[in-house]
């Protein structure tokens, strides 16, 4: 008697998912562009379904940050150089740690993370920032595999997503992606080592670079302490007010 209800609920819910994955890999590959406005009714009809799993997507997107919304639209994020440092000090606090705990794991189990590195090479020397982009995201996909918390890699995950769509701008140049290429060939190297240190510095200064090569894809103006190369978050406290934003 009670299984026929349950059905009905799951149904919607399952729909949902779907369209939130959907309207996520397009942020990812940033074919939705910074202050683009999400209207409900052509995105239903582009995916198919109708207003409710769209409008309960994109507001699941907006609560984790990836979506802006004033309460009657959507638009993908314009980011600050605030929001800049509040993403990259989680990842500062978060990735060296969790890829220090998997470096011995890794030692024996690089396969997947080997294979990344050589599409993203691969995709490097053929100048194809789109598959770059991909070999990069699947690079990150394959060490989380490797970390036994699941609500870390889901940590890491959302805030990795936050700076996608800038990214998606920054690896069409060819400059970024040797920076980029360098960086996971640093990694790499120390998790072949089974090495917890190296690790942990290498991906300490992949995230400084690509923290920077963001800032100088948005425009922004890096304040003299910053620019010497700190750490978001690691040094002094932070002056700026949350209503400046």
């Given at each position: 008697m009670d299984a026929a209800p349950m059905l009905r609920l799951q149904r919607p819910q399952a729909l949902a998912e779907q369209v939130y994955r959907?309207?996520?890999?397009?942020?990812?590959?940033?074919?939705?562009?910074?202050?683009?406005?999400?209207?409900?009714?052509?995105?239903?009809?582009?995916?198919?379904?109708s207003r409710t799993p769209v409008r309960?997507?994109?507001?699941?997107?907006?609560?984790?940050?990836?979506?802006a919304s004033d309460r009657r639209s959507f638009a993908a994020p314009a980011l600050t150089?605030?929001?800049v440092d509040d993403i990259y000090e989680l990842r500062f606090l978060l990735e060296p740690a969790a890829m220090r705990g998997i470096a011995a794991r890794a030692a024996q189990a690089r396969a997947p993370i080997e294979a990344a590195l050589a599409a993203a090479a691969a995709a490097h020397r053929a100048g194809d920032a789109?598959?770059?982009?991909?070999?990069?995201?699947?690079?990150?996909?394959?060490?989380?595999?490797?970390?036994?918390?699941?609500?870390l890699v889901r940590?890491?995950?959302?805030?990795?997503?936050?700076?996608?769509?800038?990214?998606?701008?920054?690896?069409?140049?060819?400059?970024?992606?040797?920076i980029v290429l360098r960086g996971l060939q640093r990694i790499t190297a120390a998790l072949a080592a089974g090495d917890a240190d190296a690790a942990e510095h290498a991906v300490r200064a992949h995230l400084q670079q690509a923290r920077l090569a963001f800032v100088e894809a948005l425009g922004l103006k890096t304040p003299p302490a910053r620019a010497a190369g700190s750490t978001p978050g690691a040094a002094a406290p932070r002056r700026r007010s949350r209503k400046s934003r």
């Open positions: 959907a309207l996520r890999d397009r942020l990812r590959s940033g074919a939705i562009g910074a202050g683009e406005v999400l209207q409900e009714v052509p995105l239903a009809a582009q995916l198919g379904v309960e997507a994109m507001a699941r997107l907006a609560s984790e940050g990836l979506l150089l605030a929001d789109a598959a770059f982009r991909e070999a990069n995201v699947a690079y990150r996909q394959a060490w989380l595999k490797l970390v036994p918390n699941a609500r940590i890491i995950e959302l805030y990795a997503d936050h700076m996608q769509h800038i990214r998606a701008l920054t690896l069409g140049e060819a400059r970024v992606r040797t």
